[in-house]
């Protein structure tokens, strides 16, 4: 079983900039990979970004230059920090893990970017 606990969402303005994080209740190496989705009101949820074990990070042309993934093995976390940030952003944002072919859920944490 594993916990997982976003935290630092929040109301930004346009052009501003946010770091989720992503607390782990287990080591980050034990897991296949570590990602940052959202979702917004009937949409489905979509990737934002990845990064594999051997950290290889992936993003979405969306987010492509304006986020970046970061890990602290010892804090047993995940970042995203989010920069020029647009109204388009605004989500849910979840963090999800793979661990052993299983996926875990956080519970999410809101981003509202509006003027």
Excluded: H
Aim: with cysteine; hydrophobic share 35%; net charge positive.
């Amino acid at each position: 079983q594993v916990q997982l606990v976003e935290s630092g969402g929040g109301l930004v303005q346009p052009g501003g900039s946010l770091r989720l994080s992503c607390a782990a209740s287990g080591s980050i190496f034990s897991f296949n990979a570590m990602a940052w989705y959202r979702q917004t009101p009937g949409k489905q949820r979509e990737l934002v970004a990845s990064v594999t074990r051997a950290g290889s990070s992936n993003y979405a042309d969306s987010v492509k230059g304006r986020f970046t993934l970061s890990r602290d093995v010892a804090k047993r976390t995940m970042y995203v920090q989010m920069n020029s940030l647009k109204p388009e952003d605004t989500a849910v944002y979840y963090c999800t893990v793979d661990l052993a072919g299983r996926s875990y859920w956080g519970q999410g944490t809101q981003v509202t970017v509006s003027s």
